[in-house]
Structures are given as C-alpha cells and as structure tokens.
C-alpha cells in the first residue's frame, strides 16, 4: 500500500454511472471553444466540483478512445439535476468531430470521475484558470459562494466571504462565457499576454498585482491549467503563505485506473514520492506535492 498524499482527502464515492446521452445543445462561446450540455441526470446529480466524465463518440472506431472533460456545471429543472455541461477547445481529432455533432445526437459517457476540489474554511478563496482551465472552475465558485450544491448526498461545505477569479489566455478571443463567474458572484480579473483583455502578462503577473501588500484574511488558491502556469502558481502560493490545489491535465484512456497512461509524480506523506493515478488519486492534489 502507498502512503497517502499530504494534505488531500477521501471521499466515499458512487461507483460511476455509464451509457449515452443526448446533447441538448452545443454551442461556440469563444475561439475554437465550444460548450455541450448532454441530458444525463445520473451524472448531473452526483458530480461535484473538480470532477470529470470520460465522453466518447459512439458507433465510431476512430477516434477509438474516450477523452476527460471537465464538469463545468449541473443544471436542474424542476424536477432535480438533469443537465451536464463542458466546455472544450477543438484540438486534435476527437474535439474536431465532436465540434461537428448536433443537439439530438448523443455520446458515451462514464462519471462523475476523480476526487475533485476540497477547499478548506477560509476568507478568501482564489480560482486561478489557465487557457481552458475554467472548466474545472465554476461549480466550485457557485458552491463556495452558496449559489449551488453538488454532490449526492448533497454535502455541506464551508462558505467564504469572498471569491476572487483571475483567467490569464494568450488573447480576448480565447475567453467564453466570462459572465458565468460574475453570475456566480467572483471578482473577475483577466490577464492576456497580448495585452487585448485586462492585465498584460501572465495570470501569475495579475496575482501579483491583485494581492500585493495584501491584508491578513486567510487565503486559498484553487489552479486550473498548464502544468508550468500551475507549477508558477504553487510557488507563488507559497510566497504570500497561502495553500493551492492544483488539477492535473493529464492524457487519459480509461478515467478508472487502469490503463496508468495519466500518472503524474507525487509527493507523499512520508517525503518520498511514488505515481498517482490522475484519473483515481487525482486530479486534484496539493500544488506541493507534485514533483514539477
């Protein structure tokens, strides 16, 4: 058996629902970014922030292989949970054909998957997204702010005073739907590096300008995005005395375990480091546990 993870915790979770959905509607929201809402109450119910769903294409033998996107959000109607939605960027050649499917068509699909976000009590929370990192994102706003529950059983979560939500993209047209996190009740700040939207620089130069001299609430930071921008963010954590949790992009095959094509380095309790399944252990880990 290996050591547990410093600083990550366990949940009991349902064992992960499997079948086809149906989308309910797909739409552009930004520059080769699309967003799909599938109608799959099994899913919708269950899932909690930081989760994800394996999504395949069916009656298809190429692509062959399910790919992970992340749980955006869980829409209800009047009767519960009923709708899932993601948000992707079309690269390579599963994203390129599921561009091309319509409401009525439907996909594969196996989840909720992973451990998701655990955020502790604090005053400030931090969601730091880069490129299509938002994706893991917004439920964890709406549930930290009490816009929303997730989980079945729903489970109790300890509110925060405020929510700050920082995006850093190469330009303007990469960002969609923005107006999900101000909806939700996050201080929005954007950062491009061609300077089209917000703060010229990085995601970290917009931290760094948003937190200096900052007071002593306590703060923690929850990262979505490359792995080098979620390596800087750690560190920059780390520099203001704040905890972060990160989650891992990793390539996946099998979204249970099994196939080990996700494992990322972790650092365990003991001091030592050993593989972690992404796809099981993950995604999210403590931003210093990862070996960068």
């Not at 064992?15 to 599938?38: C, E, M, N, S």
């Not at 955006?72 to 390129?96: I, L, M």
């Not at 050993?274 to 993950?282: M, S």
Request: contains cysteine; aromatic residues 8%; charged residues 20%.
């Amino acid at each position: 058996m290996t050591a547990p993870v410093a600083g990550t915790a366990t949940h009991a979770t349902a064992a992960p629902w499997y079948g086809r959905a149906a989308i309910v509607d797909h739409r552009l929201i930004a520059d080769r970014t699309w967003r799909i809402r599938i109608d799959c109450p099994e899913i919708a119910a269950a899932a909690r922030p930081g989760q994800f769903a394996m999504l395949r294409i069916p009656d298809r033998c190429d692509p062959l292989l399910a790919r992970p996107l992340a749980v955006y959000d869980a829409v209800a109607d009047e009767n519960g949970p009923r709708h899932v939605d993601f948000v992707y960027v079309v690269h390579g050649k599963f994203t390129t054909v599921l561009a091309t499917l319509r409401p009525g068509a439907e996909v594969v699909v196996w989840g909720p998957l992973g451990n998701g976000f655990d955020p502790p009590a604090v005053d400030h929370l931090v969601l730091v997204a880069g490129g299509i990192g938002q994706t893991a994102l917004l439920a964890l706003a709406r549930e930290r702010l009490g816009r929303a529950r997730y989980g079945s059983p729903r489970r109790p979560v300890p509110a925060v005073r405020r929510v700050t939500f920082c995006w850093g993209a190469a330009t303007a047209a990469r960002f969609g739907d923005v107006e999900d996190f101000r909806r939700a009740g996050c201080d929005v700040h954007l950062a491009t590096l061609d300077g089209s939207a917000g703060v010229r620089g990085t995601v970290v130069d917009l931290l760094e300008s948003l937190f200096a001299g900052r007071g002593g609430e306590s703060l923690h930071v929850a990262c979505c995005g490359p792995e080098p921008m979620m390596a800087a963010v750690t560190r920059w954590a780390e520099s203001v005395g704040a905890g972060c949790d990160v989650s891992l992009e990793a390539p996946m095959a099998c979204g249970v375990g099994i196939c080990f094509t996700c494992v990322a380095r972790v650092r365990d309790a003991a001091g030592g480091w050993d593989y972690r399944r992404t796809c099981v252990e993950g995604p999210v880990f403590p931003g210093t546990a990862i070996e960068w």
